[in-house]
């Protein structure tokens, strides 16, 4: 790994992979300032391939098409990533294209991407897990950015202009951290050089990040939503944890492992799903970000299943709190992650979205081989400790399901 900064202070770290046709090139720059509209920063992403002055839409796709570029957008919860991935001897290309879009978007026609946003968001509601995933971040995360969901941007997309759009995207362009990320076939040399002409007009500002951190719950809090058509009951509970900075973090990672991540091997796959038949989906998502993170298991089940699919839920996460796993299970868990980790760097791109994140995180990009080697050190009795630590806190817990089923679980009143 190379460590470089350009010529406006953007750090750049180069990996290079010999042999492989395709380099990618990623960009992160950090969130500073939360939304004032719900949707903001997703429709500022979604705006920057709608034209330039230079180009339009059209233009913009049949560029991409025909020289088989992959140039992309995304807002993740604590940055926005932006993707490059082309033929080695295109980079120049590629690269101009992206100069253009960050210096000449003109975020023109909106309101149609605001249309099309409300259509698609509407349209993913109807599915009942996507329904209750949104409710159950609005409770666990509740007055905070991080549960800002589809419902939301629905009902405050249309509030937003223009102005607001450019004042945002000039934010992420001169007003954040910024890190560059690159792998492939490269020759630092030029592709620094490249970077340079390019990317000029991007500054960055590392002052502290304000945004609030997520809190506690003070209270087990219960969400439902009541949904007649419903075949299966959408079941997520879960507590908040720590950031992606705790020491915890690699305990955290094999409880995962342990409980829900593995698939057929994990604890609640082998105790919902083959002992009692209870699911058609189990599983367990750590989220750890940069504000504060969860810990959530989730199930799809029958609907006249949610009180013994709670008690299933229960059941083992007390076990994991007061029962010493097996040395089996937990070298299990162990070689079950780390092959997963694997392959988070099998392509030029993954690897540099891998790295970029973990440099923009302050982390460092080598962050993945000190997990790991953490990984391996973790002992019985740290699961054990970890689990008790963040499993006696206050839970959140969302269900879907007819309201008749939701009556017989005691979730609401006859």
């Known amino acids: 790994m190379e460590t470089y900064t350009l010529n406006n202070g953007i ?49 913009i ?16 919860y604590d940055y926005i990533r932006f993707k490059i991935l082309c033929l080695n001897e295109d980079i120049d290309y590629a690269l101009e294209i992206f100069q253009d879009i960050i210096e000449n978007s003109t975020f023109d026609d909106f309101e149609k991407e605001i249309i099309k946003t409300k259509g698609e968001f509407e349209s993913d509601l109807d599915s009942a897990k996507i329904l209750a995933q949104d409710e159950y971040y609005r409770t666990i995360f509740k007055n905070h950015p991080y549960s800002i969901g589809r419902k939301e941007v629905i009902e405050q997309i249309d509030s937003i202009t223009k102005e607001d759009l450019i004042n945002i995207f000039n934010d992420i362009k001169y007003n954040t951290r910024k890190i560059i990320s690159v792998a492939g076939d490269v020759e630092s040399k030029k592709i620094i050089e490249l970077l340079n002409n390019h990317l000029s007009t991007l500054k960055i500002n590392n002052t502290e990040n304000k945004r609030e951190k997520v809190k506690a719950l003070e209270s087990d809090v219960i969400s439902v939503i009541k949904k007649e058509d419903a075949n299966q009951a959408q079941i997520f509970k879960g507590w908040i944890f720590p950031d992606i900075y705790s020491n915890d973090y690699p305990a955290i990672v094999l409880l995962n492992t342990i409980l829900g991540s593995s698939g057929l091997s994990s604890r609640l796959f082998m105790e919902l799903r083959e002992k009692q038949g209870l699911a058609y989906t189990v599983r367990s998502i750590s989220e750890p970000y940069l504000l504060g993170g969860s810990f959530t298991v989730y199930i799809a089940t029958e609907p006249k299943n949610i009180e ?19 040395e089996e299970e937990l070298e299990n868990a162990k070689n079950n992650a780390i092959g997963k980790r694997q392959f988070y760097r099998e392509t030029n791109l993954l690897e540099a979205c891998l790295n970029g994140y973990y440099e923009l995180m302050n ?52």
């Open 11 to 59: 750090k750049t770290i180069i990996k290079k992979n010999k042999s492989t046709p395709r380099t990618a090139v990623v960009l992160c720059a950090q969130i500073n300032v939360d939304e004032t509209k719900a949707g903001l920063y997703y429709l500022m992403c979604q705006m920057l391939f709608q034209g330039t002055k230079n180009r339009n839409s059209e233009q």
């Open 61 to 76: 796709a049949n560029e991409l098409d025909e020289n088989a570029i992959d140039l992309s957008v995304e807002k993740k």
């Open 308 to 326: 013994v699919s709670l008690k299933g839920f229960e059941r083992e996460i007390n076990k994991i709190m007061t029962e010493m796993i097996g």
């Open 363 to 414: 982390l460092g990009s080598d962050f993945e081989e000190k997990l790991i080697s953490s990984i391996k050190k973790v002992t019985k009795e740290q699961i054990l400790e970890t689990a008790e630590k963040y499993f006696a806190r206050n839970s959140a817990l969302c269900v879907l399901a007819p309201q008749k089923n939701l009556e017989e679980a005691g979730l609401i009143n006859k």
